[in-house]
């Protein structure tokens, strides 16, 4: 029989961390331990609840959690996307700790840029580039936008896009009469790709922003919430995206994920995973997930970094490169 325990942590991070939504000085999260009172086995995982974005983000999150975690029942998992994250994460953890892994692997990652001031975004770029990364992702429509044109003119003026490859995310700050024009002045400086240039819930509209755009066109915010494989594939099959992004903590876990890239597969749309600013247990419980399917492309689990009270982990960065190390201990929770 398993039991849980589940208490709150709050992430700070080092600097402040800006989307077009909001800025966030910390960040908060749950952590679950389940226990097997059996042999005593053990499992530790993350509940990542993103205030603002997840689909759970509701007045009795904390109450209906805890009641959860005082009545654990493996068969009766909430159907909350943290949540599930959190279940499958522990269940991940605890497999590994009773088979540990004994190779290496790791994952070419992308530099996440925060939005900032036009002179504290040159300077992340640049620390980036002098790290060694050929992929990065910047968060724009946080400033001036001719701002934003003119760090991207900066990068192609020392990068051709043949050496480093550009995503942006808009967090859907583009509203459905801007975005064509805004795309198109993108496109001049060889743009991969851009995530939800306009906010999420508008289908029709991204279809026509899909179809006509310059640059390809990931989903990201409009995955949250839809937990219907029928609806799901309406809003692949309406909006025909070139790219999904995939938080497996804010679409639903990680068999849910699963049913995403089935989804996306079949229609020969591409995809890659991206943490949801989780700690370091949630964004190892990523790297093991994404094993099974071998990728390729830069994913985005860069997150790791970003905080002064992170847990230990057997991932690290070298370069471009996130790796695991089986050498090293599993994620530990902190002291409450």
Same mark, same amino acid.
């Given at each position: /029989? @398993?039991?849980?325990?589940?208490?709150?942590?709050? +992430?700070?991070?080092?600097?402040?961390?800006?989307?077009?939504?909001?800025? /966030? @000085?910390?960040?908060?999260?749950?952590?679950?331990? #389940?226990?097997?009172?059996? &042999?005593?086995?053990?499992?530790?995982?993350?509940?990542?609840?993103?205030?603002?974005?997840?689909?759970?983000?509701t007045p009795d999150f904390t109450s209906a959690l805890l009641k959860f975690g005082e009545n654990f029942d493996l068969d009766n998992i909430p159907e909350m996307s943290s949540v599930k994250f959190g279940v499958e994460s522990a #269940?991940?953890? $605890?497999? +590994?700790?009773?088979?540990?892994?004994?190779?290496?692997?790791?994952?070419?990652? %992308?530099?996440?840029?925060? /939005?900032?001031?036009?002179?504290? $975004?040159?300077?992340?770029?640049?620390?980036? +580039?002098? %790290?060694?990364?050929?992929?990065?992702? @910047?968060?724009?429509?946080?400033?001036?936008?001719? %701002?934003?044109? &003119?760090? #991207?003119?900066?990068?192609?003026?020392?990068?051709s896009a043949d050496t480093l490859e550009l995503r942006l995310d808009a967090n859907g700050s583009f509203s459905p009469e801007n975005a064509l024009e805004r795309l198109s002045r993108l496109s001049k400086f060889e743009i991969h790709s851009i995530e939800q240039p306009i906010k999420q819930k508008q289908l029709e509209a991204m279809a026509r922003i899909v179809e006509k755009s310059p640059i390809a066109i990931a989903l990201d915010e409009e995955l949250?919430?839809?937990?219907?494989?029928?609806?799901?594939?309406?809003? +692949?099959?309406?909006?025909?995206?070139?790219?999904?992004?995939?938080?497996?903590?804010?679409?639903?876990?990680?068999?849910?994920? &699963?049913?995403?890239?089935?989804?996306?597969?079949?229609r020969k749309i591409g995809w890659w995973a991206t943490s949801a600013l989780e700690s370091n247990v949630g964004l190892t419980a990523i790297a093991l997930w994404l094993r099974k399917y071998n990728v390729t492309m830069p994913q985005g689990l860069g997150t790791g970094a970003l905080y002064t009270n992170n847990v230990d982990s057997p991932l690290y960065l070298d370069g471009e490169n996130l790796i695991f190390d089986p050498s090293k201990p599993l994620p530990e929770l902190p002291a409450q």
């Open positions: /029989m @398993l039991k849980a325990h589940i208490f709150p942590y709050r +992430l700070q991070f080092k600097e402040a961390a800006t989307t077009s939504r909001s800025t /966030m @000085l910390d960040k908060e999260t749950w952590f679950i331990k #389940l226990t097997d009172e059996t &042999d005593g086995s053990r499992g530790i995982g993350e509940i990542p609840i993103f205030r603002g974005l997840s689909a759970e983000d #269940l991940s953890d $605890m497999s +590994l700790r009773q088979k540990q892994i004994t190779a290496p692997f790791s994952y070419r990652i %992308n530099g996440l840029i925060w /939005m900032g001031s036009k002179e504290e $975004m040159y300077r992340r770029i640049c620390e980036k +580039l002098d %790290n060694g990364f050929k992929c990065l992702k @910047l968060k724009i429509g946080g400033i001036d936008f001719e %701002n934003e044109l &003119d760090l #991207l003119r900066f990068i192609r003026s020392k990068f949250i919430g839809t937990w219907d494989d029928t609806q799901r594939a309406e809003v +692949l099959d309406t909006v025909k995206p070139h790219y999904i992004i995939l938080k497996p903590a804010l679409c639903g876990g990680f068999e849910s994920a &699963d049913r995403w890239i089935k989804l996306a597969t079949d």
